[in-house]
């Protein structure tokens, strides 16, 4: 079992940039992906990016170019720096650990909300 917890969310004004960060415990080494996904209001649930133990990386299309993930030495602790953030970037933002086998866990969420 992996336990997640994300941090630095918050409220920017349109164009601004922010942080997000997510430390995972427990079973780290069983983990095979780590990611982000947003959901906002009255929305589903969407991928954001991910990035695997061996750097690979993915981004939906709608954050190419302005959103980076990043890990540190390990897979344990993964970021998602976001510039250039739009009203539309609005969302409750999760982070994602994928295992080699079994289910994905998921941290709690963190709020970013970008004010027009």
């Known amino acids: 079992q992996v336990q997640l917890v994300e941090s630095g969310g918050g409220l920017v004004q349109a164009g601004g940039s922010l942080r997000l960060s997510c430390a995972a415990s427990?079973?780290?080494?069983?983990?095979?992906?780590m990611g982000w996904y947003r959901q906002a209001p009255g929305k589903q649930r969407e991928f954001v990016a991910t990035i695997g133990t061996s750097g690979n990386t993915k981004y939906a299309d709608s954050v190419k170019g302005r959103f980076t993930i990043s890990t540190e030495n390990t897979i344990n602790t993964v970021y998602l720096q976001m510039n250039s953030l739009q009203p539309e970037d609005t969302a409750v933002y999760y982070c994602n650990a994928r295992p080699w086998a079994g289910v994905d866990s998921w941290g709690t969420g963190t709020l970013v909300t970008v004010s027009s």
């Open positions: 427990g079973s780290i080494f069983s983990i095979k992906f």
